[in-house]
């Protein structure tokens, strides 16, 4: 085979692949877009806000780690997959103090095996929403570390492609050198040539 025909091929294979990549970074970007506004929209909704640093740092207001994951965000309006996380772990802390720590499942299978307590009943209910609340603010947390994944995949897809595009750049320098008439691979050619 031509050396010339062998650095081409692989050029034009390079060039392919460097388009590959910025397809599928375009299109990780689209999906990282769509996640992060997604999230964000649904979020801004719900018109869910943090309590303010007074709040928090109340004397029984919060625990310490509480405070911690709190604090960052006091004030704001709940709008990130971060800030849902962090008041999910709000949610979970305020059902804490409840009877079996707040665990619906546990709570509910409590209140049926005494229907006469009524103080139950309610616990009930208020497990229910917090539980459901937390599921909900950790799946939008889980739905906006999809973006931040694809955000990184795009960033690696693009940085590959200029990679690939650098090296098709090269390919293409070094076939314009390449003589015509040398063979690929030489070692071949001289193994014939003096065999014959």
């Known amino acids: 085979m031509k050396r010339k025909t062998f650095d081409l091929i692989f050029t034009v294979g390079g060039a392919a692949l460097v388009v590959i990549l910025v397809v599928a970074g375009a299109l990780l970007l689209v999906g990282a877009n769509y996640t992060n506004t997604n999230v964000h929209d649904q979020l801004a909704r719900q018109e869910i806000f943090f309590p303010t640093t007074k709040q928090i740092n109340t004397p029984k207001g919060e625990d310490y780690i509480s405070r911690n994951v709190q604090l960052p965000y006091a004030g704001q309006q709940v709008l990130t997959g971060t800030q849902a996380k962090a008041y999910a772990y709000k949610v979970q802390m305020d059902m804490y103090p409840m009877p079996f720590h707040g665990v619906y499942s546990k709570v509910s299978a409590f209140s049926r095996a005494h229907p006469t307590t009524k103080k139950m009943a309610a ?11 937390q599921g909900l603010l950790l799946e939008a947390y889980a739905f906006s570390q999809f973006g931040t994944i694809a955000t990184d995949g795009a960033i690696a897809a693009f940085s590959l492609a200029f990679l690939m595009l650098v090296l098709t750049g090269l390919g293409l320098w070094h076939t314009r050198r390449v003589d015509v008439s040398e063979e690929f691979p030489k070692s071949l050619v001289e193994v014939t040539s003096k065999a014959a």
């Open 123 to 133: 616990l009930v209910t208020v497990s229910f929403r917090g539980t459901t609340l």
